[in-house]
């Protein structure tokens, strides 16, 4: 029976870690413990194990207890292996009023699991997440580093079919919305260029 190599920092990651690390006063290492975990994670192919958590505690010269702490304490970080595809829902109440509970549906039916799990082609994993800080976009799907926003169950299910068809999805507002603003356009301060340039 073989054992899987020990963890250990690709080149490019230790110089990412060592990049966080001078961010912080002499004595202070520890306060980089949030963004070597998130590396970490990516390097391990999108969780963390035990081992890693130590690696993590005896690189930043921590109790292994106080890694675990942070690393239990905040959803970004999973304990067990993810898809390809990471499906967040927001199912706080700006996304719930917004219809974050058709999303939550649609992303069941298409890919056939429940929340937490990962479909048997591990492409995908879905989970419901608090607060994306996106709320005026809401209803709004993270899916690995990028948001889809003003989703209805129909786009969350175009974006889905996209992403296990390995095309490009443009992410951000669904709507033709740009970033936040408002829909329909600018509603205020439409004369303002006008008005400065006879200033």
């Not at 082609?121 to 709320?135: N, P, Q």
Request: with cysteine; aromatic share 6%.
């Amino acid at each position: 029976m073989t054992t899987a190599p020990a963890f250990v920092w690709t080149a490019e990651n230790e110089a990412a870690a060592q990049k966080h690390i001078a961010k912080y006063p002499a004595g202070r290492q520890q306060s980089a413990v949030m963004p070597l975990l998130d590396i970490a994670q990516r390097q391990n192919g999108g969780h963390l194990t035990l081992e890693i958590m130590e690696y993590i505690a005896d690189y930043l010269d921590m109790a292994p207890i106080k890694v675990q702490e942070v690393a239990t304490f905040y959803t970004m970080y999973n304990h067990k292996p993810i898809g390809k595809h990471h499906v967040q829902v927001c199912g706080t109440t700006p996304c719930w009023l917004r219809g974050s509970d058709d999303i939550i549906a649609a992303c069941k039916k298409k890919l056939g699991v429940e929340m937490g799990q990962t479909t048997e082609d591990g492409m995908f994993t879905l989970s419901e997440v608090e607060c994306a800080g996106a709320c005026v976009n809401a209803p709004v799907v993270a899916i690995n580093d990028d948001y889809y926003e003003d989703l209805t169950a129909d786009s969350i299910t175009q974006i889905l079919d996209a992403l296990a068809n390995g095309k490009d999805v443009k992410a951000g507002p669904q709507v033709g919305r740009q970033t936040s603003a408002p829909l329909g356009g600018v509603t205020t301060l439409k004369d303002f260029a006008s008005e400065g340039e006879g200033a």
